[in-house]
């Protein structure tokens, strides 16, 4: 099955600042890389995706960026926010299953 | 709400009741899903069924029993729990499995209390 490391457990910033996140995977047939983030008590909700075949996408603040080679693939957020503050996790389907398995999440915490 | 409902949001049982969680999503999705999430722990794949036939049942105990009568609802059975089953209880859905990869939309949960 697929194993996903996803690093750090636990990131926090000033306001400002920007974050980043990182995740490896082992199955180098996966081919599709979503990012959720879940604010506390609330339902994890999907912010941005990548497919294998681009290396990186943005969205306004957020970007995800991938490298397939080294199989691993990143969430970048810029000028981050107090509303940024909440746990992230990506997510990595195993080629045959299509079913992702997630990474542990990380707890992003934005200072003001 | 998000396309998928969940009820109850709260739920707090007893080790010998039987109760069920439900399930219910609009968005003409095929794949749904139910995960466990507990605290410090990764997200955990309980059942997975696509167009109502379950495919996934990823070594959960006979306590927890899915049901999937359509391709619009789906249903956690629950009886004689035990307290470390306390967590909250995500279902979620995607357009169906055989069409590659696509997000997630998940409910807001249903959060259990095992007493």
């Known amino acids: 099955g697929e194993n996903v490391e996803q690093h750090p457990s636990t990131l926090s910033v000033q306001e400002g600042d920007s974050a980043v996140i990182k995740c490896t995977y082992s199955?180098?047939?996966?081919?599709?890389f979503p990012w959720y983030k879940q604010e506390l008590g609330k339902r994890p909700q999907l912010i941005i995706d990548?497919?294998?075949?681009?290396g990186e996408k943005k969205d306004q603040r957020i970007a995800v960026t991938l490298n397939k080679t080294a199989k691993h693939f990143s969430l970048h957020i810029t000028e981050t926010q107090p509303e940024d503050s909440a746990v992230y996790f990506c997510?990595?389907?195993?080629?045959?299953?299509?079913?992702?398995?997630f990474g542990r999440g990380t707890s992003l915490i934005v200072h003001p | 709400e998000t396309g998928v409902t969940q009820t109850p949001r709260h739920l707090v049982m007893g080790m010998t009741n039987k109760k069920s969680l439900k399930c219910e999503q609009h968005?003409?999705?095929?794949?749904m899903y139910w995960y466990k999430q507990s605290a410090k722990k990764p997200l955990e794949l309980m059942f997975v069924?696509?167009?109502?036939?379950?495919?996934e049942n990823n070594s959960v105990p006979s306590r927890f029993s899915p049901e999937c009568p359509n391709s619009s609802h789906l249903f956690l059975h629950l009886h004689t729990l035990q307290p470390e089953d306390s967590a909250l209880y995500l279902c979620?859905?995607?357009?169906?499995?055989?069409?590659?990869?696509?997000?997630?939309?998940f409910g807001s949960g249903t959060r259990l209390t095992v007493v």
């Open positions: 199955d180098s047939a996966s081919n599709y």
């Open positions: 990548i497919r294998s075949n681009v």
């Open positions: 997510a990595a389907p195993s080629g045959g299953s299509y079913i992702p398995t």
């Open positions: 069924y696509n167009f109502k036939e379950q495919t």
């Open positions: 979620a859905s995607s357009q169906d499995l055989s069409r590659g990869n696509y997000g997630y939309t």
């Open positions: 968005l003409g999705h095929n794949a």
